[in-house]
């Protein structure tokens, strides 16, 4: 069947008009084009759609029940057309974010607020997971972005750098380190270490850098979370070296960061989306923003640390860590 959208567009204005003049106006077009499209729509359909006089134009029983069957398909095209323009002008839309807790907490919230600002119809969430599920999620299509640090050569996903982050050094205010601008891994060789456990990455950067700096790791704590890791620095249990991202909830423990130097290690913030899956336009529109946001996460001088800041930090933040090891 040849009937084409045009026809039928032109078929409605007349029956709402009821005058091939009018519905000219309204379309634009002049009346014998208008006419012979209805023609042609009537030989395409073998089937009378308006009663013509002089005077009026009516449609026929077949006009009424054709204009009822179509009607809601143009509203349908119409509304379809709209939605695909609000999602290409970023009037609406969603994107799903699979991220790990912390690196979630660390980046999406400033993130959501900023993209939010520009594109206030588009919903932006968010799927925190362990690093282990993040590709998968993004590769089966459950998120459409994953954040995190992932191991290179990952099948199926594409990669894009958001920021460098570097490995830091978290201790309590009153510790010696605190006085100190940055901190060297042989500096480390006495001290009681909280570490994430062997399967994490982090664990293996920090087990590099004892390697580098030739002594031995031999942990106080093995924990699996970066949250834990930081309650225990607090609790004065030992020191910790983990990302920069890790600087927002250590400083909401009174806690000090330090550069750890000789050598300076660091990895790639990225972003990643499955390998041949269009992005949508607001998924596209959200990675400046991360990017952004992900750069914002180096801790200025002084950051941290209960002393500068004017915070006197907890009482259990203030007893002498105790040394322990092998625990």
Same mark, same amino acid.
């Given at each position: 069947?040849?009937?084409?959208?045009?026809?039928?567009?032109?078929?409605?204005?007349? /029956? %709402?008009? *009821?005058?091939? @003049?009018? +519905?000219?106006?309204?379309?634009? #077009?002049?009346?014998?084009? $208008?006419?012979?499209?209805?023609?042609?729509?009537?030989?395409?359909?073998?089937?009378?759609?308006?009663?013509?006089?002089?005077?009026?134009?009516?449609?026929?029983?077949?006009?009424?029940?054709?204009?009822?069957?179509?009607?809601?398909?143009?509203?349908?095209?119409?509304?379809?057309?709209?939605?695909?323009?609000?999602?290409?002008?970023?009037?609406?839309?969603?994107?799903?974010?699979?991220?790990?807790?912390?690196?979630?907490?660390?980046?999406?919230?400033?993130?959501?607020?900023?993209?939010?600002?520009?594109?206030?119809?588009?919903?932006?969430?968010?799927?925190?997971?362990?690093?282990?599920?993040?590709?998968?999620?993004?590769?089966?299509?459950? /998120? %459409?972005? *994953?954040?995190? @640090?992932? +191991?290179?050569?990952?099948?199926? #996903?594409?990669?894009?750098? $958001?920021?460098?982050?570097?490995?830091?050094?978290?201790?309590?205010?009153?510790?010696?380190?605190?006085?100190?601008?940055?901190?060297?891994?042989?500096?480390?060789?006495?001290?009681?270490?909280?570490?994430?456990?062997?399967?994490?990455?982090?664990?293996?950067?920090?087990?590099?850098?004892?390697?580098?700096?030739?002594?031995?790791?031999?942990?106080?704590?093995?924990?699996?979370?970066?949250?834990?890791?930081?309650?225990?620095?607090?609790?004065?249990?030992?020191?910790?070296?983990?990302?920069?991202?890790?600087?927002?909830?250590?400083?909401?423990?009174?806690?000090?960061?330090?550069?750890?130097?000789?050598?300076?290690?660091?990895?790639?913030?990225?972003?990643?989306?499955?390998?041949?899956?269009?992005?949508?336009?607001?998924?596209?529109?959200?990675?400046?923003? $991360?990017?952004?946001?992900?750069?914002?996460?180096?801790?200025?001088?002084?950051?941290?640390?209960?002393?500068?800041?004017?915070?006197?930090?907890?009482?259990?933040?203030?007893?002498?860590?105790?040394?322990?090891?092998?625990?």
């Amino acid at each position: 069947m040849n009937v084409t959208i045009k026809q039928i567009v032109a078929f409605l204005t007349v /029956a %709402e008009f *009821g005058s091939f @003049t009018r +519905a000219g106006e309204r379309l634009k #077009i002049a009346q014998p084009a $208008l006419s012979q499209a209805i023609r042609d729509l009537e030989r395409e359909l073998g089937l009378r759609l308006f009663d013509r006089t002089t005077r009026r134009v009516e449609l026929t029983e077949g006009g009424r029940e054709f204009r009822d069957a179509t009607a809601k398909i143009v509203d349908d095209l119409d509304f379809a057309v709209r939605s695909v323009h609000d999602l290409a002008g970023r009037r609406r839309g969603r994107v799903v974010v699979a991220a790990p807790p912390l690196l979630a907490a660390a980046i999406l919230p400033s993130a959501m607020v900023d993209f939010a600002r520009l594109y206030p119809g588009v919903q932006v969430t968010i799927l925190d997971a362990p690093t282990r599920e993040i590709v998968e999620s993004v590769r089966s299509g459950r /998120a %459409e972005y *994953g954040l995190g @640090t992932f +191991a290179p050569g990952e099948p199926g #996903i594409e990669r894009v750098r $958001l920021a460098r982050d570097e490995l830091l050094l978290f201790c309590r205010p009153h510790h010696p380190f605190a006085s100190q601008a940055s901190v060297t891994w042989k500096a480390l060789s006495e001290e009681s270490m909280i570490t994430l456990t062997r399967d994490s990455g982090i664990r293996r950067l920090l087990e590099i850098g004892f390697e580098s700096a030739q002594i031995a790791l031999t942990p106080a704590f093995e924990v699996a979370q970066i949250a834990t890791i930081l309650a225990l620095v607090q609790a004065g249990l030992g020191v910790a070296v983990l990302p920069a991202y890790a600087h927002a909830e250590a400083a909401a423990r009174h806690l000090v960061s330090r550069p750890m130097v000789a050598p300076k290690i660091a990895r790639d913030i990225v972003l990643v989306h499955a390998t041949g899956r269009s992005l949508s336009p607001a998924a596209v529109a959200l990675q400046p923003i $991360l990017r952004s946001c992900a750069r914002r996460l180096a801790p200025r001088a002084g950051d941290g640390d209960g002393a500068a800041s004017g915070r006197e930090p907890p009482a259990s933040a203030q007893r002498p860590a105790r040394k322990r090891r092998g625990a």
